[in-house]
């Protein structure tokens, strides 16, 4: 077992939050491993509560112009009473994500004792495997999500022949309580399935579930399971496939959607009549061929500890850790998972990661499960180009795509603009209105200009021309929705009905806000995408009009302002904040993940942050998972290495459940997806047209190396280092080009040709 690539527990997952995960970007499973009766519970990516809405308020653009005077005139509690009517959602609420069904395994024999039990997951293999000894026979199961044929698969094997003897359950409700030994149980089952349609056998090896997901035009849903044995019986009675005396057998999963397909039952089952024709292995090496091809291209070695702890089960090495503070491996290990996770989460032709990746144990969960995007959803991506996962990139880039209808009308409806936009929240049908009655997240317009930043991000890593040329015009309309949006605010142009998500401030006369004109982060997010969209123009040679318009306007958005503590201000005023160590903290935008604060080119912006992080955190910021992940990145940005791995040590330490889920609390992925981001700047940046060598490295890694990590401009990156000093480096470029590399205080300039690999460290020295 290798510590840093593997998560294992001695004992089955008694909670959601102690099983595993698997996926291949569309269907995900969280494996419970209990001997008696396996519990995998089950996701589909489209399996959303209800079909698409007309939200966009209908009041909104008439109450405009007396919500603006009455911001501009101070008067902000009857502006931000004004825009609870007129500048929510007609209903507020939009769709909310559910679980596909549960997948029961339910085994004979339960009367035996079980021994030497583990169950583990291999990060490098993708693989779950859950073993232990019962009536004196070895029992094996593993547990893939295949992405290449868009099933799971359950392998059941024994060290002694005819030991296997099962049968199978599909069940669609929370997971059922009781999962003992089955002929031990009377009442068996408890409203286990309780949101299913159709429940029913189609073959002597095969069963099936269907389900409309609730709401008007609401997906339709079809989960089947299939099994293959090597020896003994295979029957079906009633709903279950029956398995008595089997050598082994291959328990196959597949699910589809009326979101994708008209007729789900048939791609389902024809999908699973395709992967029966494989053996278990073949199964096996065509997923281990297609995810280790991503997997493999990042691999990361940092100081090992001599400490006990690394061959503890991962509960208790967490525990280990949180008194110690100190276990290097553990560190790696949670850095791989988020490389991991987001493999697993977002393929191409998936949905992209949602709140919670692909899995989801609620049928209404927190937030909906929902695409958050005023943070959420665009931090699930910020190491998907760093980490040489790309193609994982893609499936946010086509939710952006889906936006654009929706935001058009939304601008046009609610607020008179052209161009798109969209709000804080999105959902599986490109939703664009305004979410909740939360004045401090709900009146927010920034977040289609946000998402389309990524867009220029995977451009600049790529360098694929014929992307960009056909996502640029995602780019200019959420540029143009700004330009009709921003209003005369003497010598500036401002947002206004804004907020600083999710923060509330203090007026001199004691009144509380959080509405207000020109936030910070809306000024930084405007300079990034408009500056953006000038460059994309020019790489395409398309600069017009409209282009020498953003540089025109760019001159009129209010600079980065220091207030009286020395912290960058979040409002257009110094305010005094109502919770000065909140969660968000989205006036650092500009430094992560924005590029306008750096060390060396802003050293007193770069000030003002570390003065803003400081203050956050000494009033106990970062109590959130994903805030903690994003404080790393922060930290890392301004090469403080000591403070982004204390920082590091604080999420395993307060924000990490047994599995290495992130806990927010609840469990939200992007904290996860953060650290590993967050990780990854510590070791290489590049988002000032320089790259950074080991920018923060905190004194802790005193030695170490890394490969596949990737840089603007397409060059991969591998690095050795030794008492806290660079060793070697290497670059390889996707095509000729010219870099500037920094490390410590030394930048050289230098040629790279295409594929070749060039040795710096001996120029660097």
């Known amino acids: 077992m290798n510590p840093t690539q593997t998560i294992w527990f001695d004992q089955p997952a008694a909670k959601w939050e102690e099983a595993l995960p698997v996926g291949n970007g569309r269907l995900g499973g969280m494996v419970y491993g209990t001997p008696y009766t396996e519990l995998i519970q089950m996701n589909e990516d489209s399996v959303w509560y209800g079909g698409p809405m007309d939200r966009n308020n209908p009041s909104a653009l008439e109450n ?64 779950v495997q859950v073993a232990f000894c019962r009536g004196g026979v070895r029992y094996t199961r593993q547990v893939i999500a295949s992405y290449p044929d868009g099933i799971m698969a359950v392998r059941l094997t024994a060290n002694q022949p005819g030991s296997i003897h099962f049968h199978t359950q599909l069940g669609r409700n929370h997971p059922s309580w009781n999962l003992n030994p089955w002929e031990t149980e009377i009442w068996r089952h408890s409203d286990f399935n309780k949101y299913v349609d159709r429940s029913q056998a189609v073959s002597q090896d095969t069963t099936l579930i269907t389900a409309q997901c609730g709401g008007k035009g609401a997906v339709e849903l079809c989960c089947a399971v299939r099994v293959v044995a090597q020896g003994g019986t295979v029957k079906t009675i009633g709903n279950s496939v029956m398995v008595s005396g089997a050598d082994s057998a291959t328990v196959l999963v597949a699910a589809d959607t009326t979101y994708r397909e008209e007729n789900p039952e048939i791609t389902v089952l024809a999908r699973l009549e395709k992967a029966a024709q494989y053996s278990w292995q073949e199964l096996l090496n065509r997923h281990r061929a297609d995810y280790q091809e991503l997997y493999s291209r990042v691999q990361l070695a940092l100081p090992q500890d001599d400490s006990p702890s690394a061959s503890l089960p991962t509960p208790a090495r967490l525990d280990a850790f949180r008194e110690k503070q100190q276990d290097n491996g553990l560190v790696t290990l949670l850095y791989h998972f988020g490389r991991y996770l987001l493999i697993a989460s977002s393929r191409p032709g998936a949905l992209p990661a949602n709140l919670q990746g692909l899995w989801n144990v609620d049928m209404n969960p927190c937030w ?77 317009v920034m977040g289609a200009a946000w998402l389309c930043l990524h867009i220029w991000e995977h451009y600049q890593f790529t360098g694929d021309e014929a992307f960009l040329r056909e996502k640029l015009p995602n780019m200019l309309e959420a540029a143009q929705f700004l330009l009709d949006f ?35 982060m809306d000024n930084q997010i405007i300079r990034e995408l408009f500056t953006a969209c000038i460059k994309a123009a ?51 935008f500009a430094l992560h993940p924005g590029t306008q604060i750096t060390p060396g080119g802003t050293p007193e912006l770069a000030q003002a942050a570390r003065k803003t992080l400081e203050r956050r955190l000494s009033h106990g910021g970062g109590h959130t998972g994903w805030s903690r992940a994003w404080i790393i990145n922060m930290w890392a940005r301004l090469h403080d290495g000591d403070a982004a791995l204390d920082n590091v040590h604080a999420l395993l330490s307060k924000s990490t459940l047994p599995n290495l889920f992130d806990n927010h609390p609840p469990f939200q992925i992007d904290g996860n997806f953060g650290v590993t981001a967050g990780i990854t700047e510590m070791l290489l940046q590049s988002h000032d047209g320089c790259i950074h060598l080991l920018p923060a490295l905190p004194s802790q890694w005193n030695r170490g190396s890394v490969q596949g990590l990737r840089a603007r401009g397409g060059i991969t990156v591998e690095m050795q280092w030794q008492h806290g000093q660079l060793t070697n480096a290497c670059l390889t470029a996707d095509r000729d080009c010219t870099v500037s590399v920094r490390y410590r205080n030394q930048t050289v300039r230098m040629e790279l040709k295409a594929g070749v690999q060039t040795l710096i460290n001996e120029r660097l020295a």
Not at 493 to 508: G, I, K, Q
């Open 538 to 588: 020019e790489v395409l040679g398309v600069q017009d009009s409209f282009t020498d318009r953003l540089a025109r306007t760019l001159q009129r958005i209010a600079p980065i302002c220091i207030g009286k503590h020395g912290q960058i201000m979040e409002w257009n005023e110094d305010y005094d904040e109502i919770d000065p160590g909140h969660r968000h903290i989205s006036q650092l």
């Open 64 to 127: 405009l112009p007396e919500i603006r005077r009455l911001i501009l005139e101070g008067r902000i509690e009857e502006a931000q009473n004004l825009c609870t009517f007129a500048l929510s959602g007609t209903p507020e609420e939009m769709r909310h994500y559910e679980p596909l069904a549960n997948l029961y395994l339910l085994f004979d024999g339960g009367r035996d004792e079980i021994t030497d039990y583990r169950r583990s997951l291999d990060l490098e293999n993708a693989i």
């Open 368 to 444: 909906g499960s929902k695409y958050t995007i005023n943070i959420n959803a665009e931090m699930n991506y910020w190491h998907a180009e760093t980490c040489n996962l790309s193609q994982c990139h893609l499936p946010l880039m086509d939710h952006i795509e889906r936006l654009r209808e929706n935001g058009r009308k939304t601008a046009r409806v609610m607020y008179g603009c052209g161009g798109f936009m969209a709000h804080h929240n999105t959902d599986l049908w490109g939703d664009t209105a305004p979410q909740d009655a939360c004045m401090s997240s709900t009146v927010w």
């Open 486 to 520: 921003l209003m005369e605010d003497g010598e500036y142009l401002v947002t206004c009905p804004t907020s600083s998500p999710e923060n509330a401030y203090r007026l001199p006369n004691g009144q509380e806000g959080v509405i207000c004109k020109g936030a910070s």
